[in-house]
Nanobody, 115 residues
Framework: QVQLVESGGGLVQAGGSLRLSCAASAISVSLNAMDWYRQAPGKQREFVAQLSTGGTIRYAEFVKGRFTISRDNAKNTVYLQMNSLKPEDTAVYYC?????????WGQGTQVPVSS
């Protein structure tokens, strides 16, 4: 059974940094595109970053230059390094992967950013 388990969230002050982790099981992070999404209170879930199997990276405009997605194939884990956090980055952050017709989501990790 595929599982994506996020960790690393928590309260942070504006300007601070956090690194989120997404530990995958029954799915290889090196053989599947891996994404991060976020959902702020009262808003729709939105795309944050993607790391493709070939290493191509895409970011949402609002995180370019501040967030970095990466993976550790040996640990089968994907990371999201978040720097220069802003109050508007406050959201639940989700790990995601789509494999063929299947869509996998983690349970999410909360990132509140105080001003």
């Amino acid at each position: 059974q595929v599982q994506l388990v996020e960790s690393g969230g928590g309260l942070v002050q504006a300007g601070g940094s956090l690194r989120l982790s997404c530990a995958a099981s029954a799915i290889s992070v090196s053989l599947n595109a891996m994404d991060w999404y976020r959902q702020a209170p009262g808003k729709q879930r939105e795309f944050v970053a993607q790391l493709s199997t070939g290493g191509t990276i895409r970011y949402a405009e609002f995180v370019k230059g501040r967030f970095t997605i990466s993976r550790d194939n040996a640990k089968n884990t994907v990371y999201l390094q978040m720097n220069s956090l802003k109050p508007e980055d406050t959201a639940v952050y989700y790990c995601h992967s789509q494999t063929g017709p299947y869509d996998y989501w983690g349970q999410g990790t909360q990132v509140p950013v105080s001003s």
